[in-house]
T-cell receptor
């Protein structure tokens, strides 16, 4: 499968714990995006990378959130001291610029439940 | 601040009907517009991408149009099928690449 993959698919944690999600983009895609989606809403942008550089972060991304893409391939999103309000679907997308006009391809998401 | 609105929020049609989903955005300075499909509990599947210089794109039974000046896009689905039942999301992109999404239209096609 050459699509975007995300792990784990589901994560249940207790409030106050730290969690880390991983995203593997489509091979050779230079951009990688993280979004968050709550029930009944469209996804909201969190942050994105071009290669290993993190170029933009949303105000939604509090100090408890950190994302990395150390070698310009896979990315991790860590949430420290989770809160119930962090419960959501976390989506990763990748694209190739400028070739593909920045068409973004999404992974299956990681559903986080904070108890 | 860019805002994207999709109307209607939900739609139920009988199988075989042609239908139109609407998307509007407040800032016409967009880089491109994408339509996605999302099945319950799943990720997003890209359906069509329209660059800002284009007016429409077609893929099979789907046709998407873009009118930047009026801040509108439509997704036309021909001869709808029960398998088309899903949530359809519209998203606009600035030149930085981040997508701003509407809240989606949930479509049910009844056999």
């Amino acid at each position: 499968d050459t699509g975007v993959s995300q792990n784990p698919r589901h994560k249940i944690t207790k409030r106050g714990q730290n969690v880390t999600f991983r995203c593997d983009p489509i091979s050779e895609h230079n951009r990688l995006y993280w979004y968050r989606q709550t029930l009944g809403q469209g996804p909201e942008f969190l942050t994105y990378f071009q290669n290993e550089a993190q170029l933009e972060k949303s105000r939604l991304l509090s100090d408890r959130f950190s994302a990395e893409r150390p070698k310009g391939s896979f990315s991790t999103l860590e949430i420290q001291r989770t809160e119930q309000g962090d419960s959501a679907m976390y989506l990763c997308a990748s694209s190739l610029v400028p070739t593909s006009g920045n068409e973004q391809f999404f992974g299956p998401g990681t559903r986080l439940t904070v108890l | 601040k860019q805002e994207v609105t999709q109307i209607p929020a939900a739609l139920s049609v009988p199988e075989g009907e042609n239908l139109v989903l609407n998307c509007s955005f407040t800032d016409s300075a967009i880089y491109n517009l994408q339509w996605f499909r999302q099945d319950p509990g799943k990720g997003l599947t890209s359906l069509l991408l329209i660059q800002s210089s284009q007016r429409e794109q077609t893929s099979g039974r789907l046709n998407a149009s873009l009118d930047k000046s009026s801040g509108r896009s439509t997704l036309y689905i021909a001869a709808s099928q029960p398998g088309d039942s899903a949530t359809y999301l519209c998203a606009v992109s600035s030149n930085t690449g981040k997508l701003i999404f509407g809240q989606g239209t949930t479509l049910q096609v009844k056999p």
